[in-house]
């Protein structure tokens, strides 16, 4: 019973370490291609948008994250 504790034990540190180590994803400056416009956003808006700036650390894209 000892080696699966063990490897419970393991897991579950591993398991740890890596949820310490995440960061949330970064946002992007979409344009639209359409009209110009600009949005805040962490994923694509779709077909009529491209990435325009970025990558932010804040949902309001003032905050550019360096060396990115």
Known sequence: ????IRTCLALLTASLAAAALAAP???????SKLDGKLVCS???????????????????????????
């Open 1 to 4: 019973m000892k080696p699966l």
């Open 25 to 31: 994803a970064p946002w992007f400056q979409w344009r």
């Open 42 to 68: 962490q994923t694509p808006l779709g077909p009529g948008w491209e990435k325009a700036t970025g990558p932010y650390r804040d949902s309001h894209c003032t905050k550019l994250i360096a060396g990115k």
